[in-house]
């Protein structure tokens, strides 16, 4: 955190009081660095992870922007697009522009797919100031006209990575055709392959670069631990695990569908409030373990890296890995689902012989191992690697937060 004030960062009184109504006391890194060129009307180039108040930072000067231009939408039209890879993710952030623009009189749209079309049609026949929109979704309004892009003056692509690895960079491009040239562009990635490096280049004009380092953000707070388990014994360590009161609200990360729905469902059997969550889900579907979790009903989400930046839930005690993600960057970004805003958190994740080589990997790319719980071995004549000196229940009593990460694989559309 910093000592600048949000007041400092030149920002109006109607959005002072909806951040005071939100309990926010001062600007992250993230927040401090974009919203003065925002505000100024400069492009951004944004280098960073969910966690780090990023959608605050884009949303805010937004809103003030939008607020001090007497102009309505035209029917149809978005004076603001905010394109997002997932619809849990575009459900979030619409409602963060609610709350944040609570005392100004600014309208908020969701484009998404898993839901019915009229509903939507109707929402924009008036136009709207905020447009919050999957790609796919957002090109099938297009073509039907119930969507017009030529007012639009701010265009925000959130998470362009994720974008990447969903397929939707052609769709991104198509949509960029569609926006006037004159307008203020923002882009935010939490990796920069150079396909976004050259997607920016086309959308940014002299933007300002932001980086928000992920390790520092999301590996410093959080309590990494890893369990060295057989592959047919995950789910009994699991179990055991999860028969400990302080697992009090935890996300399991799978790496298919499958496994996330069997892996609820024996959870379920054993008399555990649990619901799984991936892309073959129905958006309503979706939503309702989402706010089960939310609300308490449910101590265990079970899901696919199709939510592990997409979702903000608060108080996960622990992150668990049922499976290693390939990449180390996924690894960070699913165990960023805790230690969110500034608070700290437990990452475990169970490692079998077939995983051994995506452990060094992300112990690597951390410059650290991670610590070893005493547990079974990973078969039955391999004896257990030397566990480290702290015992587990005593890391227990560091944890206050929630959890995440990213996904690993190529997913299929979901907008």
Same mark, same amino acid.
């Given at each position: 955190?910093?000592?600048?004030?949000?007041?400092?960062?030149?920002?109006?009184?109607?959005?002072?009081?909806?951040?005071?109504?939100?309990?926010?006391?001062?600007?992250?890194?993230?927040?401090?660095?974009?919203?003065?060129?925002?505000?100024?009307?400069?492009?951004?180039?944004?280098?960073?992870?969910?966690?780090?108040?990023?959608?605050?930072?884009?949303?805010?000067?937004?809103?003030?922007?939008?607020?001090?231009?007497?102009?309505?939408?035209?029917?149809?039209?978005?004076?603001?697009?905010?394109?997002?890879?997932?619809?849990?993710?575009?459900?979030?952030?619409?409602?963060?522009?609610?709350?944040?623009?609570?005392?100004?009189?600014?309208?908020?749209?969701?484009?998404?797919?898993?839901?019915?079309?009229?509903?939507?049609?109707?929402?924009?026949?008036?136009?709207?100031?905020?447009?919050?929109?999957?790609?796919?979704?957002?090109?099938?309004?297009?073509?039907?006209?119930?969507?017009?892009?030529?007012?639009?003056?701010?265009?925000?692509?959130?998470?362009?990575?994720?974008?990447?690895?969903?397929?939707?960079?052609?769709?991104?491009?198509?949509?960029?055709?569609?926006?006037?040239?004159?307008?203020?562009?923002?882009?935010?990635?939490?990796?920069?392959?150079?396909?976004?490096?050259?997607?920016?280049?086309?959308?940014?004009?002299?933007?300002?670069?932001?980086?928000?380092?992920?390790?520092?953000?999301?590996?410093?707070?959080?309590?990494?631990?890893?369990?060295?388990?057989?592959?047919?014994?995950?789910?009994?360590?699991?179990?055991?695990?999860?028969?400990?009161?302080?697992?009090?609200?935890?996300?399991?990360?799978?790496?298919?569908?499958?496994?996330?729905?069997?892996?609820?469902?024996?959870?379920?059997?054993?008399?555990?409030?649990?619901?799984?969550?991936?892309?073959?889900?129905?958006?309503?579907?979706?939503?309702?373990?989402?706010?089960?979790?939310?609300?308490?009903?449910?101590?265990?989400?079970?899901?696919?890296?199709?939510?592990?930046?997409?979702?903000?839930?608060?108080?996960?005690?622990?992150?668990?890995?049922?499976?290693?993600?390939?990449?180390?960057?996924?690894?960070? =970004?699913?165990?960023?689902?805790?230690?969110?805003?500034?608070?700290?958190?437990?990452?475990?994740?169970?490692?079998?012989?077939?995983?051994?080589?995506?452990?060094?990997?992300?112990?690597?790319?951390?410059?650290?191992?991670?610590?070893?719980?005493?547990?079974?071995?990973?078969?039955?004549?391999?004896?257990?690697?030397?566990?480290?000196?702290?015992?587990?229940?005593?890391?227990?009593? =560091?944890?206050?937060?929630?959890?995440?990460?990213?996904?690993?694989?190529?997913?299929?559309?979901?907008?």
């Amino acid at each position: 955190m910093t000592s600048v004030t949000f007041e400092a960062l030149g920002l109006i009184n109607p959005l002072l009081r909806a951040l005071a109504d939100e309990n926010y006391i001062q600007p992250t890194p993230i927040q401090e660095k974009a919203i003065p060129p925002l505000l100024q009307g400069r492009d951004v180039l944004g280098l960073a992870q969910t966690g780090t108040g990023k959608t605050a930072a884009f949303a805010l000067p937004l809103l003030q922007s939008l607020a001090g231009r007497p102009e309505k939408a035209a029917p149809r039209t978005a004076r603001a697009l905010i394109l997002v890879p997932t619809r849990e993710l575009g459900v979030q952030i619409a409602a963060s522009f609610r709350a944040y623009g609570r005392h100004l009189k600014l309208t908020t749209t969701v484009l998404m797919g898993g839901v019915a079309y009229g509903p939507q049609v109707k929402g924009m026949s008036r136009g709207v100031d905020v447009l919050v929109a999957t790609p796919g979704r957002l090109l099938d309004h297009l073509s039907q006209g119930s969507v017009d892009l030529s007012k639009t003056s701010f265009f925000v692509i959130d998470e362009a990575d994720r974008m990447l690895d969903m397929g939707f960079i052609g769709d991104v491009r198509k949509l960029m055709r569609l926006l006037p040239r004159t307008r203020q562009s923002i882009l935010f990635s939490a990796t920069m392959p150079k396909e976004i490096a050259a997607l920016a280049a086309q959308i940014l004009k002299d933007p300002v670069p932001i980086t928000i380092a992920a390790k520092t953000v999301a590996v410093d707070r959080i309590d990494q631990r890893v369990q060295m388990v057989a592959s047919g014994s995950k789910h009994t360590v699991l179990a055991g695990l999860l028969d400990q009161p302080e697992f009090a609200r935890v996300i399991v990360f799978t790496r298919t569908k499958r496994t996330a729905n069997r892996v609820a469902e024996r959870l379920m059997q054993g008399g555990v409030a649990a619901e799984a969550i991936h892309g073959n889900k129905s958006q309503a579907a979706r939503q309702k373990a989402l706010e089960n979790l939310r609300a308490g009903k449910a101590r265990v989400l079970v899901a696919t890296d199709i939510v592990s930046r997409g979702i903000d839930v608060d108080g996960i005690s622990h992150v668990i890995n049922y499976e290693l993600p390939n990449d180390p960057e996924d690894y960070v =970004h699913r165990i960023g689902r805790t230690a969110r805003a500034g608070s700290d958190g437990i990452a475990i994740s169970f490692c079998d012989l077939s995983e051994r080589s995506s452990l060094r990997n992300i112990e690597r790319f951390l410059g650290r191992s991670l610590t070893q719980l005493s547990g079974q071995a990973a078969n039955d004549t391999e004896p257990l690697p030397r566990a480290a000196s702290k015992t587990f229940h005593r890391s227990k009593r =560091h944890v206050r937060g929630a959890t995440a990460g990213k996904s690993t694989s190529r997913l299929s559309r979901v907008g």
